[in-house]
């Protein structure tokens, strides 16, 4: 009897004693690293904070490795590189009642928008009754999981037009489509607010809701709220969202997920900036909870197996589908997943979404113009760069009239000069540097820099600190201060452009089926940016030219 009970004991301290995450002193130590670089003030030279991002990056890279020995995270949400499956279409069947009061919502829609109403099934999938959520192992789970999506969302009461479908595409993996033409004005998905995923709606376990209630950073920053409260239902076995959360994709091509090798190439792009500005502050908010959890006497499921992986999926989710409901009266006072929403890809027009405020329901109208057969349904998701599209909805649009290139300026003030010029750049009303790809490339701020930049005469700076009309002007590119300034002005953009193209990345010119999602993303924006910088080069170009002619 003896020897029975010894041969069940392990020989020595192996994986199967690891409790939680907080049990590998190694990653520990690991973290209070992370957070010390970042709790630094972020760098404001990109040099400084690329060296710094590689830092991070290396930290992180270990973390990652000690916690998948013994919390694997399949199934989530990296990078993905494979291709789409073959086309399915799925029929939605129900109607939609009239709104009555809508109240506009602004925000950030996913790449796919929500899915809503629809017939009963049959039989739901096994698939779907799987407790496994954000971290199956299926790679190309969601067809599995479609049927058990749609037999949740009708019983939600989440309702769509009969008129519509949701089909599989290739490009952005889900989409809704029309089956017979569709009005102006014909509603085409409503969503209660108590079916929409945000801390208000969802039951969050008790350690959670402590932390929601009191930490400041939760307090001050929604976006993690909700991040968070995705990975506890995600990890309820009795949550209600079930049936939401398994028809979630597995895999988004998100910024969050650089390395190394794809930031190189980013060298001299001003999107650079921003990327690691982003991938900082997700490594510090790691770092931050997971001290946070650990400090805790009591922790919820998900917080025993919060890893880098998980968290990180949990965000790239987020970033891609939150939405500000206007609660209570006041605009975004809570960020939300919309289920079926998340459905609708974007495109420059076609639908409307706003907040019924009697029936308290999230409400897709059709406007502008009406649907034909197998037309896509798609949302607006705002006047935005090609760099925020890649930041915030992890995807850059075919076309985009508003894309816009920020490039940066500032005077010093390391004498009396300079420092007049920042007080007349002060009272500049716009104060963002944009270039764009239009006729006239240049926002009113860079032409006012310029000008200012190339005015040398102290006295000249004092006549637009005290005459308004002149200080408006400046911007104005129809009011030149006068053809020696406008001719060193257009000079001195031409030699920052042409700078500013000279450092571009060295990426490829073209992506081929080999090239991740994410790196031809990342490749497009570079080449969106060389493009307007050549627009704007060839623009001050010929302006020069015509004023050299007069």
């Known amino acids: 009897m003896g020897r029975q009970k010894h041969k069940r004991k392990p020989p020595t301290q192996t994986v199967n004693v690891i409790e939680d995450v907080y049990s ?19 760098p404001s030279n990109v040099q400084t904070l690329f060296s710094e991002t590689r830092q ?87 067809p599995l999981y479609l049927d058990g999506f749609l037999q949740w969302a009708h019983n939600n009461d989440i309702r769509i037009n009969e ?19 569709i009005e102006l004005d ?28 009191t930490d400041p950073m939760l307090l001050a920053m929604p976006n993690v709220c909700l991040a968070l409260t995705l990975l506890d239902e995600s990890s309820n076995p ?34 650079l900036f921003p990327l690691l500005k982003n991938y900082r502050n997700i490594s510090r908010q790691f770092a931050y909870l997971h001290g946070l959890f650990r400090a805790l006497p009591t922790r919820s499921p998900f917080m025993r197996e919060f890893t880098y992986d998980r968290y990180r999926a949990a965000v790239a989710l987020v970033m891609t589908r939150n939405n500000p409901l206007p609660l209570g009266g006041r605009p ?31 409400v897709v109208t059709a406007t ?42 500032g005077f010093k003030r390391t004498n009396e000069i300079d420092a007049k010029r920042h007080r007349i750049m002060e009272s500049v009303s716009d104060k963002q540097y944009l270039l764009r790809q239009q006729v ?49 002005a257009l000079r001195f953009l031409l030699a920052r452009f042409q700078l500013l193209l000279g450092n571009q990345g060295c990426y490829s010119n073209k992506s081929d089926e080999s090239t991740s999602p994410l790196a031809a993303s990342l490749l497009r924006l570079v080449n969106d940016e060389k493009a307007i910088l050549e627009h704007s080069i060839s623009y001050c170009q010929l302006k020069l030219n015509e004023l050299l002619i007069i």
Do not use: W
């Open 56 to 142: 991070i990056y290396e930290v992180v890279e270990a973390i990652r490795l000690l916690q998948d020995k013994h919390f694997p995270c399949p199934g989530s949400l990296k990078n993905s590189n494979s291709t789409s499956e073959p086309s399915t279409v799925v029929p939605i069947g129900g109607s939609v009642s009239e709104p009555s009061n809508v109240v506009p919502i602004s925000g950030s829609l996913t790449t796919e928008p929500l899915l809503i109403n629809s017939t009963p099934t049959d039989a739901e999938s096994p698939l779907c009754r799987d407790k496994s959520r954000l971290f199956g192992t299926e790679p190309s789970h969601r």
């Open 332 to 362: 975004g006072a809570a960020l939300a997943m919309v289920p079926a929403v998340d459905l609708l890809n974007h495109s420059g027009s076609g639908t409307h979404i706003g907040l019924d405020v009697a029936s308290q329901r999230v």
């Open 368 to 409: 502008e113009t009406p649907y034909d057969v197998d037309d896509e349904i798609t949302l607006y998701y705002g006047d935005r760069s090609n760099q925020e599209f890649l930041l915030n909805n992890s995807f850059i649009p075919e076309s985009n009239p508003n894309d816009y290139l920020e490039i940066f300026f």
């Open 186 to 213: 014909e509603v085409l998905i409503s969503v209660p607010i108590s079916s929409c995923l945000s801390y208000h709606s969802s039951n969050p376990s008790a350690p959670l809701r402590g932390l929601q209630r």
């Open 24 to 42: 590998q002193p190694e990653v520990y130590s690991l973290v209070r690293r992370l957070l010390d670089i970042t709790s630094q003030p972020c």
């Open 163 to 181: 008129k519509l479908r949701i089909s599989e595409t290739g490009r952005h993996d889900y989409g809704i489509h029309a089956t017979a033409r």
């Open 238 to 271: 009795e949550s209600r969202f079930h049936g939401y959360l398994d028809f979630l994709p597995r895999s988004i091509s998100s910024c969050l997920y650089l390395t190394p090798d794809l930031m190189t190439p980013l060298r001299g792009s001003p999107s």
């Open 440 to 488: 006239n490339p240049l926002s009113p701020s860079v032409v006012a820099y310029a000008r200012l930049f190339a005015l040398k005469e102290e006295n000249q700076l004092d006549s637009f600190l005290v005459n308004h009309e002149l200080l408006v002007s400046l911007s104005d590119l129809a009011c030149p201060i006068s053809v020696e300034n406008e001719a060193a």
